[in-house]
């Protein structure tokens, strides 16, 4: 056995002085010296959960971010080419061609929707006509009274030549794709 004197010079003892100046001597028990391999791996796991977690959300804040700025542009170039698109002249059908001369008018409309200045990275061949209706008038049912409606077929005997043009445009990426229909 250890006189009082010899266990306070033990490591993890400590030797205090008293308010009488008597010493008193002070035992820590080792278990409480220090971190343990266990600590210190569950803060490492719970620091790693918390970074990934982090850098997830900064990945989905970037890929949302770069979405959102696709569908803007996109929505931008169509306004931009459906204002110029129905500024410009409208070409009047032939009822010479099968078609109405349907593809000859889209051949038409394309370069002035190709004239439009593209968002940066972005291409002519993103931006295209592809479709093209005219207002009709028929007796569909029988019934006598004539229907109106967009077709694919050119009425030239009527005065009603209207034009629905429907414009498209994909993002660089494929993953946007808007349409927007003017009347012209």
């Given at each position: 056995m250890l006189s009082p004197r010899e266990e306070s010079c033990q490591p993890g003892h400590r030797v205090d002085a008293g308010?009488?100046?008597?010493?008193?001597?002070?035992?820590?028990?080792?278990?409480?010296?220090?971190?343990?391999?266990?600590?210190?791996?569950?803060?490492?796991?719970?620091?790693?959960?918390?970074?990934?977690?982090?850098?997830?959300?900064?990945?989905?804040?970037?890929?949302?971010?770069?979405?959102?700025?696709?569908?803007?542009n996109a929505h931008a170039w169509l306004q931009s080419a459906s204002d110029v698109l129905y500024a410009s002249e409208k070409e009047d059908c032939d009822t010479s061609l099968g078609d109405g001369g349907r593809s000859v008018i889209i051949g038409k409309y394309q370069p002035i929707v190709d004239a439009v200045v593209n968002p940066e990275g972005w291409t002519n061949s993103q931006i295209q006509v592809v479709g093209l209706d005219f207002w009709n008038a028929t007796d569909t049912d029988g019934d006598g009274i004539v229907e109106y409606r967009f077709g694919p077929v050119c009425q030239d005997s009527i005065n009603l030549a209207l034009q629905r043009v429907t414009l498209e445009v994909r993002s660089p990426s494929g993953r946007i794709i808007e349409q927007v229909e003017l009347v012209k």
């Open positions: 308010a009488d100046g008597t010493a008193a001597v002070n035992v820590h028990d080792r278990r409480d010296s220090g971190t343990t391999l266990v600590e210190i791996l569950v803060s490492i796991v719970l620091i790693g959960t918390a970074v990934v977690a982090t850098l997830g959300a900064l990945r989905i804040s970037i890929l949302g971010g770069t979405i959102h700025r696709d569908h803007a």
